[in-house]
């Protein structure tokens, strides 16, 4: 059974950093992380190839230039890197994988069928 988990969740002041890490049971075809507030949508924060899906790693544009994905495909392993985190930030983040082979990066949640547990994010003023 695939298993995703989620650490490097925490509290932190408003421009702090946090970096969070999903290590898999397997390896996928795309990774990603998605975050939901509470009373909002899930949407997606980054999301990176690791084989047949082509192109560069994708952000929602709220994440560029402050978050930062990455993988170590030996470790089954993806990381979100926050910096400059706002108290809008705060949510529930989620590791997620697809085994579907996409022409890009996909941040559509529909589009994953692995999910991990999630990690929360809190960001104080």
């Known amino acids: 059974q695939v298993q995703l988990v989620e650490s490097g969740g925490g509290s932190v002041e408003a421009g702090g950093s946090l970096r969070l890490s999903c290590t898999g049971s397997?390896?996928?075809?795309?990774l990603g992380w998605f975050r939901q507030a509470p009373g909002k949508e899930r949407e997606g924060v980054a999301a990176?190839?690791?084989?047949?899906?082509?192109?560069?790693?994708n952000y929602a544009d709220f994440a560029k230039g402050r978050f930062t994905i990455s993988q170590d495909n030996a470790e089954n392993t993806v990381y979100l890197e926050m910096n400059g985190l706002k108290p809008e930030d705060t949510a529930m983040y989620y590791c997620?994988?697809?085994?579907?082979?996409?022409?890009?990066?996909?941040?559509?949640?529909?589009?994953?069928?692995?999910w991990g547990q999630g990690t929360q994010v809190t960001v104080s003023a």
């Open positions: 397997s390896s996928y075809n795309l």
């Open positions: 990176i190839a690791t084989r047949t899906t082509r192109g560069a790693p």
């Open positions: 997620a994988a697809s085994s579907g082979i996409w022409p890009f990066a996909t941040l559509r949640p529909a589009n994953y069928n692995y």
